[in-house]
């Protein structure tokens, strides 16, 4: 029965009108403070709930957050999901998932956005045309690029602050006397591992030390393959920076394969700090992403802006921390 109840039928309880009842639900609708309690009074009494998706219609707007998202196969994603899920809950918003396999957001990402009316959208782990950005200022639905950047004035966008994490690193790995060292990139087309190498390579070109660079892709596997053609090189480093924690936990594996010890003979950092990393199996080294401070930041920006849209852009950095464990 519950489940069937109308803003028709709250009214008839309330002694009010059903404009009155949607107007009590709607943002920033005038209605009086008396008239409030009894819709409300009465809804809780039904079990009544508003139908978001019928009010869209008429508003154009709905209390849902479009979320899209490539690395899912990347643990600190999903990390990054139910951090966004439990936030928007609190205020009263839903998250529409959206998975995509492409590195750039597609036409069919995008339909689905604007068919559920979106208040607001979050990109990770995926870039978008700037005609997209365009499209989006101009219905007013503020968007935020989450753990992405890109260098120009087109998007508001949150992420760590890489450069200072791969710098204090580089330092750390020094001072534990490492003097050869690797770094296994991820994506080179991704602003996290482009930073996460130019302040890496920075500190180590200071002080003059032999360096390695090999791309991978962000996975387990392909960290794991990249380290298994390091020791066919037969010139194991004695400190390995690894541009995401999943890689890292490759690394790790292969190189205990093949009676490398960690952290004697060379050691392991490193990023994201994803709950495997701390595992005993483990014991990564790595630097710690603010998650619940970079979530904190973009929920912040989303609220303001569907208050009132001003289209205001910046690339927002997070301060993060080294995590020290076993494998240095």
């Given amino acids: ?6 803003a028709k039928d709250v009214a008839k309880l309330a002694g009010v009108s059903q404009s009155s009842v949607s107007r009590v639900y709607f943002e920033g609708a005038s209605v009086s403070k008396k008239t409030r309690e009894k819709v409300i009074v009465a809804a809780k009494e039904l079990g009544y709930r508003p139908n978001e998706f019928a009010r869209s219609l008429i508003t154009n707007r709905t209390k849902i957050i479009g979320l899209v998202m490539k690395g ?7 990390q990054v999901l139910k951090e966004f899920t439990a936030t928007f809950k609190k205020l009263g918003y839903s998250i529409l998932f959206v998975s995509t396999n492409n590195d750039e957001i597609q036409k069919e990402d995008i339909d689905m956005l604007r068919n559920y009316n979106v208040a607001g959208v979050i990109i990770t782990d995926a870039s978008l045309s700037l005609n ?8 007013q639905v503020p968007l935020v690029l989450f753990n992405r950047k890109i260098d120009n004035e087109q998007f508001y966008s949150v992420c760590c602050n890489n450069l200072d994490a791969s710098e204090k ?3 750390y790995l020094i001072e ?5 060292v690797a770094y296994i ?4 087309n991704t602003s996290t591992s482009r930073d996460r190498e130019k302040g890496f390579t920075s500190i180590i070109e200071k002080n003059n030390m032999p360096f390695h660079k090999y791309t991978s892709d962000y996975t387990y596997e392909g960290g794991y393959k990249t380290t298994q053609k390091i020791i066919a090189e037969k010139k194991i480093p004695d400190g390995i920076f690894v541009a995401n924690d999943i890689m890292a936990l490759g690394v790790v594996d292969a190189l205990r394969e093949n009676s490398i010890m960690i952290p004697a003979e060379t050691k392991v950092v490193g990023f994201d700090n994803i709950e495997m990393a701390s595992w005993p199996t483990y014991n990564l080294t790595t630097w710690e992403q603010p998650i619940t401070k970079m979530v904190e930041q973009t929920v912040n920006y989303l609220m303001a802006e569907i208050v009132e849209f001003s289209g205001y852009t910046e690339n927002v950095e997070v301060n993060g921390e080294l995590i ?3 494998t240095t």
Wanted: hydrophobic letters at 30%; charged letters at 30%; a neutral charge.
């Fill in 176 to 180: 534990k006397g490492c003097s050869d």
């Fill in 324 to 326: 020290v464990r076993k």
């Fill in 169 to 171: 690193i580089a330092e």
């Fill in 1 to 6: 029965m519950k489940n069937n109840v109308t």
């Fill in 132 to 139: 997209v950005t365009e499209d989006f200022k101009e219905s």
């Fill in 72 to 78: 899912i196969q990347n643990p600190f994603y999903p």
């Fill in 185 to 188: 990139a991820g994506n080179a």
